[in-house]
């Protein structure tokens, strides 16, 4: 399994920019396919965002499409979620995730540790 670490989460006012990064330790994080996901209190872990081992396919959950944006630096082995525009609406924990297929919670086998994100009205 791959080891993850979300950091830049912080508190931000609406229609504010997080950029959120996953650093994965090991040398195969290439080869997975990487996810975000969210949690607001007392609410499921809801599917945000997924892009593949290359980079060349990325799915967005429509409540926040157009307004984030996931990407992926190999070489860093790191997964980014770049989100502007920010709603009260988007507050949560935010979790990265690896190796899983698109929306699909239960098919990441590894999970970061989570990053609060905190958006003031």
């Known amino acids: 399994q791959v080891q993850l670490v979300e950091s830049g989460g912080g508190l931000v006012q609406a229609g504010g920019s997080l950029r959120l990064s996953c650093a994965a330790s090991?040398?195969?994080?290439?080869?997975?396919?990487m996810g975000w996901f969210r949690q607001a209190p007392g609410k499921e872990r809801e599917f945000v965002a997924h892009i593949t081992s290359s980079g060349a396919a990325i799915d967005y959950a429509d409540s926040v499409q157009g307004r984030f944006t996931i990407s992926r630096d190999t070489a860093k082995n790191t997964v980014y979620l770049q989100m502007n525009s920010l709603k009260p609406e988007d507050t949560a924990v935010y979790y990265c995730a690896a190796g899983g297929s698109g929306h699909y919670l239960y098919s990441y086998g590894s999970w970061g540790q989570g990053t609060q994100v905190t958006v003031s009205s």
């Open positions: 090991g040398r195969t994080f290439s080869i997975y396919a």
